[in-house]
């Protein structure tokens, strides 16, 4: 039976502005992170796609992720994921063969098909274009198309792009994009740090009914978990706080900042509240190191996950870069030394 030491582990990044906090903070912080996250040996760095959000600050993903790949040496970076329903697929193909072409076998592109954002500004992002999730089948082959040698044979060309390997992972909350990514013979991730309902269902119909591609020749599933790992289970449950809050902001449509932890959750919401804010996030970490180890453990042979990978929206960033190296070293991983141009700034 597999356990975490037995599969690669990455970091998804929201870019978390916190209550006090600008975004130029939030990228200052997801690069540090980033570094130190390639140092304890975390296989990918993923960015995610969310907008009109005022506690998120990727939103211009693809940006975000030449910040980190520019900023750091060998770690994968990729998104987790672009929000394809709100973009024309030729302008992703070109945006990711332009960070393959700056940082060759580094880039992963991850795909999701909900919009990121309430439907106002899904309408504000797509305009005209008419798009919707119920194309999004097609538009992932005619964006799998522009990294074909010789594209897709409509005279149009991803210009940089074309003929360039830019892995490609389907990411869901249900079993929708599970077959479509089986069908297409795609590695899968699945957003259970959020949205747990559908997590065996959805991954069960993938393995069943996964085809063998020229991209991956077995299946291939990624777990999402919530980790917020520190030296004491009391100051993991206190570091938690922080999402637990946000998340009730979200539960009741008012989403915002990152809020700094408090001691208790008691007055802050309902019973019923509190049940939602769990079931929402049943996959998550939380405590001191013997704690954090048990459950990744007991989810990854829940799930015979082949990689996790760990959001933390953890309001400290000291606390939560504390956060990821007890995980790193949970699975054995031990700091490199710093290279290059950043060994001061991360000493």
Request: some cysteine; proline content about 6%.
């Amino acid at each position: 039976m597999k356990t975490l030491r037995d599969v690669p582990c990455s970091v998804l990044d929201l870019s978390p502005i916190c209550v006090g906090g600008t975004a130029a903070d939030s990228f200052r912080n997801t690069l540090d992170l980033a570094r130190h996250a390639e140092r304890w040996g975390y296989s990918r760095y993923w960015l995610a796609e969310h907008h009109n959000l005022s506690g998120i600050a990727s939103a211009a993903t693809a940006v975000v992720i030449a910040h980190v790949a520019g900023g750091t040496t060998r770690i994968r970076v990729g998104s987790g994921g672009v929000m394809l329903p709100n973009h024309a697929p030729l302008v992703i193909a070109e945006q990711f063969g332009t960070l393959e072409s700056l940082f060759p076998g580094r880039i992963d592109l991850g795909l999701g098909r909900a919009p990121g954002s309430d439907q106002r500004t899904a309408r504000a992002l797509r305009r005209h274009l008419g798009g919707s999730a119920d194309t999004f089948p097609q538009d992932v082959l005619e964006l799998m198309s522009y990294f074909q040698s010789g594209g897709p044979g409509a005279g149009v060309h991803a210009v940089p792009g074309e003929g360039l390997n830019v892995p490609i992972w389907l990411l869901g909350s249900s079993d929708f994009s599970a077959r479509l990514a089986a069908e297409l013979g795609l590695p899968f991730a699945f957003a259970s740090h959020f949205a747990p309902e559908y997590l065996h269902d959805a991954l069960a119909l993938y393995r069943r009914h996964f085809t063998p591609s020229a991209h991956l020749s077995a299946p291939h599933v990624m777990v999402g978990v919530n980790v917020f790992a520190a030296h004491t289970d009391a100051e993991g449950a206190r570091l938690f706080t922080s999402a637990q809050q946000q998340f009730l902001g979200l539960i009741r449509g008012t989403p915002g900042l990152l809020p700094p932890p408090v001691d208790t959750m008691d007055g802050l919401w309902s019973p019923l509240e509190r049940a939602q804010v769990a079931r929402k996030t049943q996959y998550s970490a939380v405590g001191s190191p013997d704690t954090v180890k048990r459950k990744l453990d007991g989810i990854v042979a829940e799930t015979g996950a082949d990689e996790l990978i760990l959001a933390g929206q953890i309001y400290d960033h000291s606390a939560r870069k504390r956060s990821f190296e007890l995980v790193a070293r949970l699975r054995g991983s031990e700091p490199t030394r710093p290279e290059g141009v950043y060994a001061r700034a991360e000493s």
